[in-house]
């Protein structure tokens, strides 16, 4: 029996569209309805789910965004008397502003190639998350994450590496992720063994 208010449901959840300003994903990426994606970049064959928010960042390739990830955004000056929008520039929720004083410039947020992130992840403003990492689902990224690491919790912290340190060095130095669709092709049949996806690229 067909299911109709499943399909109507997903119908209108796609049918949402997403917002993206300056922006530049490659056309082989997508991004999921409901995302707001601002002044970022997206390599080839990423993907982001629903409902994310991702500001000022550079996204690798082979890169896997689970849905309701926030990664970086505006950040609210501390160190002044007030953290109060309606004393800087720009157009905020509040309309007033008493004055028009300039923050520090924002940082751009570095995801690496090959990086999953799981749902409901926060990456902090200015952070790196290298090549092969992954995100645990709901964690609080407030600092830098290492290759091939996996992390998790509030703030995220280290749960193990994927591999062992030879392995992710040669990983590193393959930089299988700029090889063209044909080499990939070839490889793929390696891909669910780190050695032998390694013996036959010659790393």
Known sequence: MVNIEYYIAKFLKKVRGKALLNCNVHKTSKVESGSHIVNTIMERYSFCGYDCQIVNCNIGSFCSIANNVVIGGAMHPVNWVSMSPVFYEGKDSVRKKFARHKRENEKMTIIGHDVWIGQNAI??????????????????????????TIVAGCPAKLIKKRFDENTIYKLLESKWWEFNDEKIQELSVHI????????NIKI
Do not use: E
């Open 123 to 148: 990456i902090k403003q200015g952070v790196t998350v290298g090549i092969g990492a992954v995100i645990g689902m709901g964690s609080v990224v407030t600092k830098d994450v290492d290759p091939y």
């Open 192 to 199: 669910t063994n780190p050695d032998n996806f390694l013996k």
